[in-house]
């Protein structure tokens, strides 16, 4: 099983700022198969990246990511207060038919 | 519009049995594959179960290997998850989520049925 870490815990910033979340690999996994997740409080996931870099429908282009390999990182280049909540990187192995989720980051928007 | 909407939640005892449901809609459903994914209170995200090719394949995560069961109805487009020996650590909000074959992201979710295991 690849165990995905995400880091930091939380994030805590002001509007403007620039976040950084990083997800790293237990070993090298597929870009095509990596993706971010955003879950505000009482809802369900919303995809936002896809293969490694790509924004699904409708993301903002604030929102970016990049990596490879066995690390990742999902950045917010301008925070807006909706941008707060929880952040999960996922992977899919394909060899085994299995997901997994990094555990989470929480971000606070100040 | 594309949704899906879970159904059949709710409590039930130590060792007991619960099939969850969930409703497609919008979106031709064998060009998808399909999963069940879970949320305990106050924890992160889990994989649950993937049903992809139609039902050809089927997978589980370890911890309910044996004991839940993944399966569709093409007809009714719909998904279930039969949950049998449930114990206090399936506890969780379950969602169901379409997954694109090409790239396995999960680009459509459901709003999520909640099951809790107590006596």
């Known amino acids: 099983e690849i165990v995905l870490t995400q880091s930091p815990g939380t994030l805590s910033l002001s509007p403007g700022e620039r976040a950084t979340f990083s997800c790293r690999a237990s070993?090298?996994?597929?870009?095509?198969?990596f993706a971010w997740y955003q879950q505000k409080p009482g809802q369900a996931p919303r995809l936002l990246i896809y293969?490694?870099?790509n924004r699904a429908t409708g993301i903002p282009d604030r929102f970016s990511g990049s990596g490879s390999g066995s690390a990742f990182t999902l950045t917010i280049g301008t925070l807006k207060p909706e941008d707060s909540g929880l952040y999960y990187c996922?992977?899919?192995?394909?060899?085994?038919?299995?997901?997994?989720f990094g555990q989470g980051t929480k971000l606070e928007i100040k | 519009q594309v949704q899906l909407v879970e159904s059949g939640g709710g409590l039930v005892k130590p060792g007991g049995s619960l099939r969850l449901s969930c409703a497609a809609s919008?979106?031709?459903?064998?060009?998808?594959?399909l999963t069940w994914i879970r949320q305990a209170p106050g924890k992160g995200l889990e994989w649950v179960s993937e049903?992809?090719?139609?039902?050809?394949?089927?997978y589980y995560a370890d911890s309910v290997k044996g004991r839940f069961t993944i399966s569709t109805d093409n007809a009714k487009k719909s998904l279930y998850l039969q949950m049998n020996s449930l114990r206090a650590d399936d506890t969780a909000v379950y969602y169901c989520?379409?997954?694109?074959?090409?790239?396995?992201?999960?680009?459509?979710w459901g709003q999520g049925t909640t099951v809790t295991v107590s006596s």
């Open positions: 989520a379409r997954v694109r074959p090409w790239d396995y992201a999960m680009d459509v």
């Open positions: 919008g979106f031709s459903f064998s060009d998808f594959y």
């Open positions: 049903i992809i090719r139609s039902g050809s394949m089927k």
């Open positions: 070993q090298t996994v597929s870009s095509s198969y």
């Open positions: 293969g490694a870099s």
């Open positions: 996922q992977q899919y192995t394909s060899s085994r038919g299995e997901f997994s």
